[in-house]
């Protein structure tokens, strides 16, 4: 119960006391005026600072209610004259004391002892004379009742009380083990996705490990052999050609390692204004001249308004250059790549778009990771560095690809997070 509470319900019980002594003092109303204080007093030092369920854990409430009888009693009996006490009610004291924390039945006995004194304390004269014993039987019966009454209505509240608060114990004890078998799920959740991850590494740094060995064990084969034929059959003009062999695939050895090396580096962007129009146009041009010797038709699509960027110049050209010659590998004479640039919904697209081949769809969750390579003379690091170019620049690569029709690699760039507000290397 809160404080304010407090000396409200306290006032207005000593005030209801007070009233009840001056209405019904008795023959003596220093004796009447005295028990009140008591039983209030002990009121005050006993339920109004301890709960009757505190008092129960503290083991003293049989001492309890024996004293709150004793008190009500003493009540009882410097009230009463000729006549009976009107102060059976005090009697709901102990008995609401005890139905908040006993059983029914003991709640039962409780109401019949206090009913057994409230009758024995009754004056002896009334029940010698019959008249007056018939006239007041029925109210006595009546006090004794309502005892009862009251005694079964809060011990059955209370018992409501105490099934109430056992379900939401009961109910908080399996909250409580659920979040704990949740919080147990996803610490375990957590662990095996870190070790997914980590296999997922390692699985990734052996596929990487593999093709570099694949890539690399060619051109050693090469200056192997050269190697050994220098050794077996010296000759000025041989000496000639296997040297230059041997410098060509050491270049071609050292170009792969560096490739991979800079896949693997961490980089920072340098951006800067982008016109992407003419930049895309340039790298168009140049790869043409790549593919009209092959009978493939290279062609783009720029927009009449000229669109510029804030970007890593060097990373998109390496992603946009890798990403045409692929198309090109994978077209044949008489196809067509086609590059496409538009701006839609806050986003740059450049699509690039061919009739050639065609990936497999097994193969397209492959197609960015490193040394993943479906041709013979590939390294597999052209795609993986292209999507690392643009997903540094927090842009995404979609593809689309159908066998033996074509594919659409499409780069999509954020334009708002590029623009020169936002990147103060671009004012």
């Excluded at 659920?178 to 147990?184: D, I, S």
């Excluded at 693997?264 to 003419?278: A, D, E, I």
Aim: aromatic share 6%.
């Amino acid at each position: 119960m809160s404080h304010p509470i407090l000396p409200v319900k306290s006032g207005i019980l000593l005030l209801t006391l007070a009233l009840l002594l001056v209405f019904f003092k008795g023959p003596n109303l220093l004796f009447g005026a005295l028990s009140l204080l008591a039983v209030t007093l002990y009121y005050f030092f006993t339920d109004n600072r301890l709960s009757p369920a505190e008092i129960a854990r503290q083991g003293h409430l049989g001492a309890h209610l024996f004293l709150y009888m004793v008190l009500c009693s003493s009540v009882i009996w410097a009230t009463a004259g000729e006549e009976e006490s009107h102060y059976w009610i005090i009697y709901l004291l102990p008995i609401v004391t005890g139905a908040s924390v006993l059983s029914l039945w003991r709640t039962l006995g409780l109401c019949a002892l206090s009913s057994l004194i409230y009758l024995a304390l009754i004056p002896l004269p009334v029940y010698l004379n019959p008249a007056e014993l018939e006239e007041d039987l029925p109210e006595f019966l009546i006090s004794c009742i309502s005892l009862f009454i009251v005694g079964i209505l809060v011990q059955s509240l209370a018992e409501q009380n105490r099934r109430q608060l056992q379900q939401e114990k009961q109910l908080n004890d399996q909250l409580s083990a659920n979040e704990e078998a949740l919080r147990q799920s996803l610490k375990k959740l957590r662990e095996t996705e870190d070790s997914l991850r980590r296999q997922d590494r390692l699985a990734a740094l052996g596929e990487m490990s593999a093709g570099l060995a694949h890539e690399i064990r060619n051109p050693l084969g090469i200056i192997s052999s050269s190697a050994q034929l220098l050794a077996t059959a010296p000759s000025e003009k041989n000496d000639s050609d296997l040297l230059t062999v041997i410098q060509e695939e050491s270049c071609r050895l050292n170009g792969l390692v560096s490739r991979f090396l800079d896949f693997g580096r961490p980089q920072q962007l340098r951006r800067r204004p982008c016109p992407l129009n003419s930049f895309l146009t340039q790298i168009v041009d140049h790869v043409r001249s790549l593919a009209t010797p092959k009978g493939i038709e290279l062609s783009a699509f720029l927009p009449t308004t000229p669109i510029e960027l804030c970007l890593d110049t060097e990373l998109l050209h390496q992603a946009v250059l890798n990403l045409l010659l692929n198309a090109v590998e994978a077209c044949h004479a008489g196809d067509r790549i086609t590059l496409t640039l538009s701006q839609r919904n806050n986003q740059v697209r450049i699509s690039i778009e061919d009739s050639g081949s065609g990936i497999a769809p097994e193969l397209l969750d492959q197609i960015f990771n490193p040394f993943f390579t479906t041709r013979a003379q590939g390294s597999g690091l052209g795609l993986a560095n292209a999507h690392k170019a643009i997903d540094l620049h927090g842009g995404t690569i979609e593809v689309h690809s159908r066998p033996d029709r074509g594919s659409t690699f499409t780069i999509l760039l954020p334009f708002e997070e590029n623009s020169h507000d936002t990147h103060p290397d671009c004012r």
